[in-house]
């Protein structure tokens, strides 16, 4: 994801303490753009074509599914903080 086009962060985060005791989400990826025009250009790059690839051969060793989720971000300002 690293050599995708136009990204300005990527992140992981990882499952570490759980309100129940089932384990649903173990693992989620974020990474952000400046514009949806980067985003597209994200999304239909070759990089993203590799990685696919890659990706079909590690889920078929895991349980679970993939979820992709577009999020519009809306930061909220707090005061006395930096």
């Known amino acids: 994801m690293q050599r995708f086009p ?44 590799a990685m696919q690839a890659e990706l079909e051969e590690l889920l078929a060793l895991l349980e679970g599914r993939v979820y992709h989720v577009n999020h519009e971000v809306h930061a909220v300002p707090l005061s006395g903080g930096s």
């Open 6 to 49: 136009a990204i300005r962060r990527l992140e992981f985060y990882f499952g570490r303490d759980f309100e129940l005791q089932e384990r649903n989400i173990c693992l989620c990826i974020e990474h952000a753009y400046d514009s949806r025009e980067d985003i597209d250009a994200a999304i239909t790059s070759d990089a993203r074509a």
